[in-house]
Nanobody, 117 residues
Framework: QVQLVESGGGLAQPGGSLRLSCAAS????????MSWARQAPGKGLDWVSG????????YYADSVKGRFTISRDNAKNTLYLQMNSLKPEDTALYYC??????????WGKGILVTVSS
């Protein structure tokens, strides 16, 4: 079965950085686009970033463009999200998902990112 396990979250100060990882198993990782999505407290799920199967093409929500970088290592079946210049409004549960922005299917359990001084 599909398993997606996020790690690397925690507390960061405004302006700081965190790197999220997502270990994937149970499917052919290199054959699928992957995405990161997030849910801020009391709000709905928002797509954050996506990456094509081969990692050559990436997409970002306007709110994170220029600050976040998505990448993948198909040899390690792992998806990454490097988050720089963090803002308090980036506080959310971050989810790794199989699929592109409008075709996300499976999700991990999520990892909490808190940005606060």
């Amino acid at each position: 079965q599909v398993q997606l396990v996020e790690s690397g979250g925690g507390l960061a100060q405004p302006g700081g950085s965190l790197r999220l990882s997502c270990a994937a198993s149970g499917f052919s990782f290199s054959a699928y686009s992957m995405s990161w999505a997030r849910q801020a407290p009391g709000k709905g799920l928002d797509w954050v970033s996506g990456i094509y199967e081969d990692g050559t093409t990436t997409y970002y929500a306007d709110s994170v463009k220029g600050r976040f970088t998505i990448s993948r290592d198909n040899a390690k079946n792992t998806l990454y999200l490097q988050m720089n210049s963090l803002k308090p409004e980036d506080t959310a549960l971050y989810y790794c998902a199989v699929g592109a922005r409008k075709t996300m299917t499976y999700w991990g359990k999520g990892i909490l990112v808190t940005v606060s001084s």
